[in-house]
């Protein structure tokens, strides 16, 4: 086997990950905001133009060669686990490569105008993350290549590194160039389906290292419904994990305004001020159902997280959802409309897809505080529970307020 051989060996095994880790996640997530946009771009000048069906045919080869250059994101309906990679059924080559001629002389400037204006363009997200463009023109007789790839896809060594796997090393063409099997996906094609596998399969990796810290200098405390488990302003010297049942935390304002700002349940934990240096708790967390918590003072958090690697990985991935969840909320709140951030809101109350159908919502959360939570008014709020139940989106009896399914067509839907 040559030494050119070996390079495109490596090539078609780069990218084999099928899911996104947590730094890929942050990235592809934050950059839904365009100026959060960090894309690597990579400008190689040529001494002349190539012939361009050579050099579509040399992209076609690539993306076959890679698979990863065939595959988009694939992202969960709700923030209940990171993105995964699925081949684009409906790939086409011409999406993603580009021929363009610089004005005029053709400056460096004004190639490097062009690159700018490219680099903070931003992706088409429902395709693979990578755009290649032939510039021509360029003073001199020259030519230019400009490579585009998301954050996400790679960093800027590892483009700099599949781009010295793939190229060729002599000018003439190589004939019998290898391919790669297209990569099968494991996981649901579909929005839908892929929220519901991911949350089958968080429920059968519940952390059980987590509930086994009860051992490690931990404590388990069970409270009754209407509980305070901590309130605001009391001291910040633990971490919290819920190990069942369901807890409410809200803020409090100076004027004795009240504020509910998250539901959490089983797999949550709470009191994360304590790891960020708060001296006092900032919110106050009620149990609204017969509760049980593990409390894991700070230091030996802070313990767990360094010697328990399971531990730490479920922790972090709580708080990578987290930060999506605001971010999630953010964008709910000032894109939305009222009606489809009251149907989001109650299926997050709801916990869809964390256990049985249906899921049912406790009479606690009332109007008014649905209200204050996406910023409406309680009639508003009224009329549109009255409109989601006559379509059969939700139920009233005497024990609760009962979430279908059904509703998140409320929240997908345009």
């Known amino acids: 086997m040559t030494g050119q051989d070996q390079m495109w060996d490596l090539a078609a095994s780069w990218g084999a990950e099928e899911r996104m880790s947590e730094p890929e996640t942050l990235m592809w997530r934050s950059e839904r905001q365009p100026r959060l946009s960090s894309p690597k771009c990579s400008l190689m000048i040529l001494d002349q133009a190539p012939d ?25 309906l709700l923030p209940v686990g990171p993105p995964v990679w699925v081949t684009d059924e409906a790939f086409l080559l011409e999406h993603h490569v580009r021929r363009t001629h610089l004005p005029g002389e053709g400056t460096m400037a004004q190639l490097l105008e062009l690159a700018q204006t490219q680099a903070l363009t931003p992706f088409d997200r429902s395709r693979p993350l990578w755009e290649g463009t032939l510039v021509e023109g360029l ?12 954050h996400s896809l790679t960093d800027g060594l590892g483009g700099i590194q599949l781009m010295a796997l793939v190229q060729s090393r ?7 160039k290898p391919t790669a099997e297209p ?44 509980d305070v488990i901590f309130s605001q302003g009391d001291p910040c010297n633990s971490v919290m994990y819920v190990r069942a049942g369901g807890v409410r935390v809200s803020v409090l304002s100076h004027t004795g305004k009240e504020a509910i700002v998250a539901t959490l349940g089983a797999g949550d934990f709470l009191g994360e001020g304590a790891l960020a240096g708060h001296a006092v708790r900032l919110e106050t967390a009620t149990a609204t159902i017969t509760t049980t918590v593990n409390v894991v003072p700070k230091g030996q958090m802070l313990a767990l997280l360094h010697s328990h690697h399971a531990f730490s990985d479920r922790f972090i991935n709580h708080m990578l959802a987290r930060n999506a969840r605001l971010e999630a909320d953010l964008v709910d709140q000032l894109f939305n409309s009222s009606e489809k951030r009251l149907a989001r809101t109650l299926l997050l109350l709801a916990r869809y897809g964390r256990g049985e ?16 939570m996406i910023g409406t008014t309680r ?8 409109k989601f139940r006559k379509l059969g989106f939700i139920e009233y009896d005497a024990e609760g307020l009962t979430i279908n399914p059904s509703l998140l067509a409320v929240v997908v839907h345009d």
Do not use: I, M
Not at 140 to 146: K, M, P, Q, T, V
Not at 379 to 386: D, G, I, K, P
């Open 379 to 386: 009639s508003r709020v009224n009329f549109f529970l009255n």
């Open 52 to 76: 361009w069906d050579r050099f579509v045919a040399a992209h076609e080869w690539a993306t076959r060669l890679v698979p990863r250059c065939r595959q988009r994101v694939l992202d969960p």
């Open 139 to 150: 003073e001199g007789g020259r030519a230019a290549y400009l490579l585009k790839l998301h």
């Open 183 to 226: 990569r099968e996906s494991s996981y649901p094609t579909d929005r839908w389906g892929l929220t519901t596998a991911v949350v089958r399969e968080q429920l059968t990796q519940l952390p059980a290292r987590v509930r086994q810290t009860a051992g490690l200098g931990t404590r388990v405390l069970t409270y009754a419904p209407r």
């Open 357 to 372: 159908q249906p899921h049912r919502v406790l009479p606690a959360v009332s109007q008014e505080a649905l209200a204050e």
């Open 170 to 176: 002599v000018r003439e063409h190589t004939a019998d």
